[in-house]
C-alpha cells in the first residue's frame, strides 16, 4: 500500500501540532513529497490568505462554551465547523463501476470500485473483454507470419513484440543474425520505445487536464510513424522484425530522416517540460499520488518504467542484453517515491536514453546483409529466382509451408517500453509453433492496481490509471 498516513477506525486524530510533519494536512515530509491531501474545514484554521483577504472570508468561529443561539444570531453556524467523531456504516459506501467504455481506461478495463464519499475504499480491475486469443491464433500460422500476430497485443510498441517473438524462434532455430540486421533493429524498437512515451505523454497529459500535451505528443510522434512507414511500408503492425532478421534493408536517406526526428522530440521534450515540471497543479495530482514501494512492486511482478520510478534498478538491456544493444552506451533512469510524479519523470528520461542509443546506431551502423544467409530460413536472392527453377521452388515453399523448427523449447524476453515482454515458445518440429504464452508487462501492471488506489480520492484514481500506461490489448492477448 502507499506511505500515505491513515488514521484506524474508532481513534480521533491528533492535534496539528503534535503531529510529525508528514501527517500534518498540508505539508510536506522531508523529501519534499505531500502525503495527504489538504482539507480544511470552514472557520477551524483559517489560512493567512483568507484572513488577511477580506473580512468576509475571516469570520471567527464563536467558543463552544457560548449560547449556541447567539451564533445562530450572528450567522456564522455551519454544521461542519467542528471536526466530530463519525461511524461509517455500509449505507454510506456505495459501489460504481468505471468501464469498460471509459476513455480514462486506456481501453476496455472496468474498475470496481468502492467509495466513501470521494474517497476509493477498495478497487477491483475486472479484464477479458477483447477475448482476442492471440497465443491460440499463434499455433495455426506459420513462423514467418507470427510476427503479424503479436504485432496487435501491444499495438503502441509492435517492433518490441516482433523482436522478442523474433529472437525466441531465432533460439530455437540456432541461427546468427548479421551485425547489421542487429543494428537495425536496435534502432527501430528504440524509436518505438520513444513513441509509445510519447503517446504516454498525449494521453496522461490529457487524463490530468494539461489538453495541450494531446496535441503536443501526437505531433512529435508523428516525425516516427512517417519515418516507420518509410522502412516498412506501415505505420503499425509492421511485420518487418522476422525470424532471421529484418524484411528489407534501410531506405537510402534514412540518416537524415533520424536526425530530423532528433531535432523534432527533443525541442518538443524540452517544451513539455517548460508547460509541466514547474506547473503547481500538474505538481499536485502527481506527487504522492498512485505510490507503490519497491516490495510491491516485486511482489505484483511490476517491471519498467512503473518499477524504475520506484528505485528498482532492472532493465532488461543491461541484465540480460540482446540484439547487441549491449555495445551503446545508456543510462537507467531511476526514481525514488514510486508515484505518478516520478513515472512521469522516468519516461521522459527514457525518451532522451532511447535517443542516445539511436544516435549511436546511426553513427557506427556496420554495413553487410541485413539478414541470415541460412536459407533454411531465408529466401533466395531475387536475381536466383530468374535463374533457377530450384530457388523459385524454394522461395515458394518458404512463403507458403514456412520453414520447420526443431523440436525444443525456449524463452525470450526484451524490455518493452511497459517492461518485461517474455516470450515462452514449445516446438514439435513442424512449421507452426505448438505453444505460444507471453508473459505480457501490462497484466502486472493492472493486477496491481488496487495496491495504488486504495484510499485515493477519485480524481486520483484517474492520475494513477494514465500513469500506468496500460494496454488492454496485452492483457487480453
Known sequence: MSDTTRTPEG?????????????TNGRLDADGRRREHEIWVAGTEEPDWITNATDEGAQEMLPRDLDPAVSVQRGVTVTDDYLEEEMIVDDERQIINMGPQHPATHGVLRLHMELEGETVRRVKPIIGYLHTG???TAETLPYMSGGTNVTRMDYLSPLNNELCYALVVEQLLGVEI?????AIRVLMTELNRVSSHLIWLATFGMDIGALSMMIYGFREREAILAFFEKVTGLRMNHNYIRPGGVAADLPDGWEDDVEGIFDVVRAGLDDYQDLLNGNPIFLDRTQGVGVITPKEAHQYGVTGPIARAAGINFDLRKVFPYSGIEQYDFDVPLGKHGDVFDRYLVR??????????????????????YRTDDRKVTPPPRKRIDESMEALIHHFKLFTEGFKVPVGEAYQAVESPRGELGMYLVSKGAAKPWRLHVRTPSFATVQSLPVMMTDLIVADVIATLASLDPVLGDVDR
Open 348 to 369: 521522459t528520461e527514457e525518451i532522451r536514453q532511447s535517443l542516445r542509443i539511436v544516435e549511436q546506431v546511426l553513427e557506427t551502423m556496420p554495413g553487410g546483409d
Open 134 to 136: 492471440m497465443e491460440k
Open 11 to 23: 481513534e480521533t486524530p491528533a492535534p496539528a501540532a503534535d503531529r510529525p510533519a508528514d501527517e
Open 178 to 182: 548479421p551485425s547489421r540486421g542487429q
